[in-house]
């Protein structure tokens, strides 16, 4: 397992932008799928986005799809979530997680994660 720590996340108006982090804590990335979930309050957690080690590969729920970005820097052991246009149904608390494998949507699949950082967005 990789201990996971998230920051950036914060209350921001409708169409604002964020920017979530989450970094390994003592240990490297290497080889990991690397993933975003979000879970609302009374909801499941959900699939927001994923990205493959090499960075060649990255996959959106569709909600977020040319709103979001995920992307990652493995010299430093980060991955990234830019979040812009931001809509109040994107409240919630954003999850890091992480695999060692292929992609997964299933939060099941990932046997790392983060504490959460709390996205609020306001209307």
């Known amino acids: 397992q990789v201990p996971l720590v998230e920051s950036g996340g914060g209350l921001v108006q409708a169409g604002g932008s964020l920017r979530l982090s989450c970094a390994a804590s003592g240990r490297s990335f290497g080889g990991y799928t690397m993933a975003w979930f979000r879970q609302a309050p009374g909801k499941e957690r959900e699939f927001v986005a994923t990205?493959?080690?090499?960075?060649?590969?990255?996959y959106y729920t569709d909600s977020v799809k040319g709103r979001f970005t995920i992307s990652r820097d493995n010299s430093k052991n980060t991955v990234s979530l830019q979040m812009n246009s931001l809509q109040p149904e994107d409240t919630a608390v954003y999850y890091c997680?992480?695999?060692?494998?292929?992609?997964?949507?299933?939060?099941?699949?990932?046997?790392?994660w983060g504490q959460g950082t709390q996205v609020t967005v306001s209307s």
């Open positions: 997680a992480a695999r060692m494998g292929v992609r997964s949507w299933s939060p099941a699949d990932f046997t790392s």
């Open positions: 990205i493959n080690w090499s960075a060649g590969l990255t």
